[in-house]
């Protein structure tokens, strides 16, 4: 199929529904990425994995989304960038497919993997998407709805996950993923229109964005966020039960009200984030850091969990403020150099999610071990005694 460039001046009701479309797709995959996080038990108690070990499929996730959007960069420019995004999308959607079939470990990261290649190219090409749809001055408001879908998928997409997993099986939870995978290629396929292809990208470019300084601060910046963010994040289900005293039965209403407080989060950083980038991101960074130190101290155990509910939310509007903002700040940076520097953006971005999960992991297995250990010599000495 021949690419077309659009037009100067597009019908912006056909650009803003391209833009809606794109933040359905980034609600599917999202929630394909995340699905584990709400239904971690669940799945550890089937596999037989301790839920530490568990994490390996956020981990496994995360590298292999970040190998996948590193190697986007090289595809061939005349492979229509459209028809790349819904099969990107078919393929997240055969990956859950395979997961309800899933009957082994190796089995499910299997499924898994095919699903983070997907997923890795598919957010390496949103953000120059976006940037092709929308004039400069719009970027932003496009970038936060297309991050509205991330927030939208922590609002329904994992108490969903975790509620069907609860309710019916956890390979329910990934049959209708699957399934709304499905709908938003169909959706992405009738309402993106046909985009010039970026020119082939060179090894010298790359060379030229790591001797950036702005661009290499934000990339560190990023590593650093991310891994301290989905280090918790991802063992959020156990660690509310475990340390906060959060009755199970009230597990899903507080993701819901962290996903809601992260689509708020959107919206504020849609409104603002154009003329205020910078000051946004430091102040949404202290506060979810503030909220998510809180919550690490297990103090709150003796109060209602409601409190620990104010500090989840205050811990995802912050944190989907930043993501929209670090998202904009690249792809104004980046200048003509954009689909590759947002390549490298999701390459550390995703495999700071894995490095994260793996960090936590770690942590809570350390603990655990240490726990074990001080329980030994406290029945020891009662022994003694």
């Given at each position: 199929m021949k690419e077309i460039a659009l037009p100067l001046n597009p019908t912006p009701a056909r650009v803003w529904i391209a833009v809606i479309a794109l933040g359905i797709c980034a609600f599917s995959i999202v929630t394909s990425e995340l699905a584990p996080v709400g239904m971690l038990s669940a799945l550890a108690a089937d596999f037989h994995q301790t839920e530490s070990g568990m994490g390996l499929a956020v981990t496994a996730y995360g590298w292999v989304g970040a190998l996948a959007a590193l190697l986007s960069g090289a595809m061939p420019a005349r492979i229509s960038r459209k028809a790349l995004l819904v099969g990107l999308m078919l393929t997240l959607a055969l990956s859950c497919?395979?997961?309800?079939?899933?009957?082994?470990?190796?089995?499910?990261?299997?499924?898994?993997?095919?699903?983070?290649?997907?997923?890795?190219?598919f957010w390496a090409l949103i953000g120059i998407v976006a940037a092709q749809l929308v004039p400069p001055h719009r970027l932003g408001l496009a970038t936060a709805i297309i991050f509205g879908g991330v927030s939208a998928a922590s609002v329904v997409g994992v108490p969903l996950a975790s509620f069907i997993a609860t309710l019916a099986g956890w390979r329910h939870a990934f049959l209708a993923v699957a399934l709304l995978s499905l709908a938003a290629a169909a959706v992405l396929c009738s309402t993106l229109p046909a985009l010039a292809a970026s020119t082939p990208v060179r090894l010298g470019v790359y060379r030229d964005i790591f001797r950036n300084p702005l661009l290499c601060g934000l990339y560190g910046a990023t590593a650093c966020i991310i891994t301290a963010h989905f280090a918790a994040f991802t063992y959020v289900e156990p660690l509310l039960i475990t340390l906060q005293g959060v009755p199970a039965t009230a597990l899903s209403g507080l993701l819901l009200l962290s996903g809601v407080s992260g689509l708020v989060g959107n919206v504020i950083a849609g409104k603002l984030i154009d003329r205020h980038l910078k000051g946004l991101i430091f102040a949404s960074l202290l506060l979810s850091g503030g909220a998510l130190a809180l919550l690490g101290t297990g103090r709150l155990a003796l109060?209602?969990?409601?409190?620990?509910?104010l500090l989840l939310a205050l811990w995802g509007a912050g944190i989907a403020i930043v993501f929209v903002g670090l998202q904009t700040w690249l792809l104004r940076s980046a200048g003509a150099v954009a689909q590759p520097a947002s390549a490298i953006y999701v390459a550390i971005f995703n495999a700071a999610i894995g490095t994260g999960?793996?960090?936590?992991?770690?942590?809570?297995?350390?603990?655990?071990?240490?726990?074990?250990?001080?329980?030994?010599?406290?029945?020891?000495r009662a022994v003694r005694c």
């Open positions: 497919l395979a997961a309800t079939r899933s009957y082994s470990m190796f089995a499910l990261m299997s499924a898994r993997m095919i699903g983070a290649l997907a997923h890795g190219a109060l209602p969990f409601c409190f620990s509910g999960a793996l960090v936590g992991g770690q942590l809570i297995a350390t603990a655990a071990c240490q726990a074990w250990c001080g329980w030994r010599r406290g029945s020891w």
